[in-house]
C-alpha cells in the first residue's frame, strides 16, 4: 500500500498553542520617521489594497524582493569585488542594479508597513500574521545588510569581510536584543534603527544607482574612509540606542511589575543559544587556518544568518505564546561540525561550508513551514487566504 511520505515535525507543543490563544499584541513606536512620516503613507497605500488580499501575501512579498535583491547582487557581486577599484578583474555593479535594488527595499518596507493594518482592516488579527512578519524580519536582517556590503566592497574605502561579520553580529544582535525585551516585559519597542536602516538603505542604493560606487569612494577628514564611517556609526547606534534602552525597559518592567517577572534564569534563558552560535563561528571565522572568510564571506553569512534566523524566531515562538525558551536547538550543531572540519581538513573546509549553509537553509525552511501549518490548523485559518465568514 502507498503511504504518502510525511515530513511535518510538530515544532509547537500543546504549552505553546494554548499560550497563542491567549496572546494579545502590545507594542511601543515612537520613531518621530515611523509615527510622522511612514505610518501616514501606509495609511494611505493600505486603502488602495484589496480587502481579498491576505495580509500575510503582503508579507511574503515584501520578504520576496529582500530575496530578489539578494539573489541579484549574488550574481552581480558573488565575492563582494565588484566595488574594489583594485579588483579590475571584477566588474562593477551595473546602475541599473543599484536603482532595482533601491526599488525592491522600498516595497519591501512598504510591505512590511502595511501587512498589519491590512489585518486589522480585514478583521485577520492573530498570532500567525505577527510571527510570520517577524520571523522573516529576522532573516531579513541578514540578505539586506549583505546587499549594503557590496556597495562598498571589500578592500579600498571599506571594511574586511571579517569586519563585515562583526558588523552582521551588530545587526543581529540589535534585532534579537528587541524580542528578548519583549520577552521579559511583553511589549514589543520598536526600535528607531529599523525605520532609519531602511529609508538608508533605499538612499544608499539611489545614490549608488547615479554615481555609481564610486560615488562612495570618499574619505572623510582624519583618513577615515565612507565605509568605516558607516561601521563606527553602526557600532555607536547600538551601543546608545539598543542596548541600554533594552535593558532600562527590562529593569522598569522589574520595578513596576509590569512585565513577565522571570527569574533571572528564566529571564535571560534566550541568550544562551544565541552566545553559543556567535562563540562557535567567531572561533571559526577568526582562527579558520585557511582564511575561511576571505575564501568566501557571502556563503558564511547566508549560513550564520539563516541558523541566527531560525534560533530568533525560536525566541519570538516563546515569547509570544509566553513558554519558557528552549536552551539550545539541534540547529547549532551543523556549525559547530563545519567549523571544527575547518579545522581538521583545512583543504576542504569550503566543502563543508557549503554543506552547512544548504542544511541551514532546508532545516529553517522545514521549521517555518511546520509551525505555520500547526498554527493553521490549530486556529482554523489559512496562510495565504481569508477564509470566509461562512466556512
Same mark, same amino acid.
Given at each position: 500500500?502507498?503511504?504518502?511520505?510525511?515530513?511535518?515535525?510538530?515544532?509547537?507543543?500543546?504549552? %505553546? $498553542?494554548?499560550?497563542?490563544?491567549?496572546?494579545?499584541?502590545?507594542?511601543?513606536?515612537?520613531?518621530?520617521?515611523?509615527?510622522?512620516?511612514?505610518?501616514?503613507?501606509?495609511?494611505?497605500?493600505?486603502?488602495?489594497?484589496?480587502?481579498?488580499? &491576505? +495580509?500575510?501575501?503582503?508579507?511574503?512579498?515584501?520578504?520576496?524582493?529582500?530575496?530578489?535583491?539578494?539573489?541579484?547582487?549574488?550574481?552581480? @557581486?558573488?565575492? $563582494?569585488?565588484?566595488?574594489?577599484?583594485?579588483?579590475?578583474?571584477?566588474?562593477? #555593479?551595473?546602475?541599473?542594479?543599484?536603482?532595482?535594488?533601491?526599488?525592491?527595499?522600498?516595497?519591501?518596507?512598504?510591505?512590511?508597513?502595511?501587512?498589519?493594518?491590512?489585518?486589522?482592516?480585514?478583521?485577520?488579527?492573530?498570532?500567525?500574521?505577527?510571527?510570520?512578519?517577524?520571523?522573516?524580519?529576522?532573516?531579513?536582517?541578514?540578505?539586506?545588510?549583505?546587499?549594503?556590503?557590496?556597495?562598498?566592497?571589500?578592500?579600498?574605502?571599506?571594511?574586511?569581510?571579517?569586519?563585515?561579520?562583526?558588523?552582521?553580529?551588530?545587526?543581529?544582535?540589535?534585532?534579537?536584543?528587541? %524580542?528578548?525585551?519583549?520577552?521579559?516585559?511583553?511589549?514589543?519597542?520598536?526600535?528607531?534603527?529599523? @525605520?532609519?536602516?531602511?529609508?538608508?538603505?533605499?538612499?544608499?542604493?539611489?545614490?549608488?544607482?547615479?554615481?555609481?560606487?564610486?560615488?562612495?569612494?570618499?574619505?572623510? +577628514?582624519?583618513?577615515? +574612509?565612507?565605509?568605516?564611517?558607516?561601521?563606527?556609526?553602526?557600532?555607536?547606534?547600538?551601543?546608545?540606542?539598543?542596548?541600554?534602552?533594552?535593558?532600562?525597559?527590562?529593569?522598569?518592567?522589574?520595578?513596576?511589575?509590569?512585565?513577565?517577572?522571570?527569574?533571572?534564569?528564566? &529571564?535571560?534563558?534566550?541568550?544562551?543559544?544565541?552566545?553559543?552560535?556567535?562563540?562557535?563561528?567567531? #572561533?571559526?571565522?577568526? %582562527?579558520?587556518?585557511?582564511? #575561511?572568510?576571505?575564501? @568566501?564571506?557571502?556563503?558564511?553569512?547566508? &549560513?550564520?544568518?539563516?541558523?541566527?534566523?531560525?534560533?530568533?524566531?525560536?525566541?519570538?515562538?516563546?515569547?509570544?505564546?509566553?513558554?519558557?525558551?528552549?536552551?539550545?536547538?539541534?540547529?547549532?550543531?551543523?556549525?559547530?561540525?563545519?567549523?571544527?572540519?575547518?579545522?581538521?581538513?583545512?583543504?576542504?573546509?569550503?566543502?563543508?561550508?557549503?554543506?552547512?549553509?544548504?542544511?541551514?537553509?532546508?532545516? %529553517?525552511?522545514?521549521?517555518?513551514?511546520?509551525?505555520?501549518?500547526?498554527?493553521?490548523?490549530?486556529?482554523?485559518?489559512?496562510?495565504?487566504?481569508?477564509?470566509?465568514? &461562512?466556512?
Amino acid at each position: 500500500m502507498y503511504h504518502k511520505l510525511n515530513l511535518e515535525v510538530k515544532y509547537l507543543t500543546e504549552q %505553546h $498553542l494554548t499560550g497563542f490563544e491567549n496572546y494579545k499584541y502590545s507594542s511601543v513606536d515612537t520613531s518621530p520617521l515611523s509615527v510622522y512620516i511612514m505610518h501616514p503613507f501606509w495609511n494611505k497605500v493600505v486603502q488602495y489594497c484589496p480587502k481579498w488580499v &491576505a +495580509p500575510n501575501v503582503l508579507t511574503f512579498s515584501g520578504f520576496l524582493f529582500t530575496v530578489f535583491n539578494f539573489t541579484l547582487f549574488t550574481f552581480y @557581486d558573488y565575492y $563582494l569585488y565588484a566595488s574594489s577599484d583594485d579588483k579590475p578583474q571584477y566588474p562593477p #555593479i551595473p546602475r541599473w542594479v543599484f536603482a532595482l535594488g533601491a526599488f525592491n527595499v522600498f516595497m519591501a518596507y512598504t510591505l512590511d508597513g502595511i501587512d498589519g493594518k491590512q489585518a486589522r482592516r480585514t478583521q485577520t488579527s492573530g498570532p500567525l500574521g505577527e510571527l510570520f512578519d517577524h520571523g522573516l524580519d529576522s532573516w531579513t536582517t541578514m540578505l539586506i545588510s549583505v546587499c549594503m556590503f557590496s556597495v562598498f566592497g571589500r578592500t579600498d574605502h571599506s571594511v574586511s569581510p571579517l569586519r563585515m561579520y562583526f558588523i552582521l553580529w551588530n545587526v543581529f544582535i540589535s534585532f534579537y536584543l528587541t %524580542h528578548w525585551e519583549k520577552y521579559n516585559t511583553g511589549v514589543l519597542f520598536l526600535p528607531w534603527g529599523y @525605520d532609519l536602516s531602511m529609508v538608508g538603505t533605499i538612499i544608499v542604493f539611489v545614490i549608488s544607482s547615479i554615481g555609481g560606487h564610486k560615488a562612495w569612494k570618499i574619505v572623510f +577628514p582624519g583618513g577615515i +574612509p565612507v565605509g568605516v564611517m558607516f561601521e563606527v556609526l553602526l557600532y555607536v547606534t547600538a551601543i546608545v540606542s539598543s542596548l541600554p534602552v533594552v535593558l532600562w525597559n527590562i529593569y522598569k518592567s522589574y520595578r513596576d511589575k509590569t512585565g513577565k517577572m522571570r527569574t533571572f534564569l528564566d &529571564a535571560i534563558r534566550p541568550l544562551l543559544p544565541l552566545a553559543v552560535l556567535f562563540s562557535i563561528s567567531t #572561533i571559526w571565522v577568526v %582562527h579558520s587556518p585557511s582564511n #575561511i572568510i576571505d575564501k @568566501d564571506p557571502r556563503i558564511i553569512f547566508l &549560513a550564520i544568518g539563516t541558523i541566527f534566523s531560525n534560533i530568533c524566531c525560536r525566541l519570538i515562538v516563546s515569547q509570544m505564546s509566553n513558554t519558557r525558551c528552549e536552551l539550545l536547538s539541534w540547529i547549532l550543531l551543523p556549525v559547530a561540525v563545519a567549523a571544527l572540519f575547518s579545522f581538521i581538513l583545512p583543504s576542504i573546509d569550503l566543502v563543508f561550508t557549503y554543506i552547512l549553509a544548504i542544511i541551514a537553509l532546508l532545516a %529553517h525552511i522545514h521549521y517555518g513551514t511546520c509551525v505555520v501549518r500547526q498554527m493553521c490548523r490549530h486556529f482554523r485559518i489559512h496562510t495565504f487566504h481569508i477564509k470566509d465568514r &461562512a466556512d
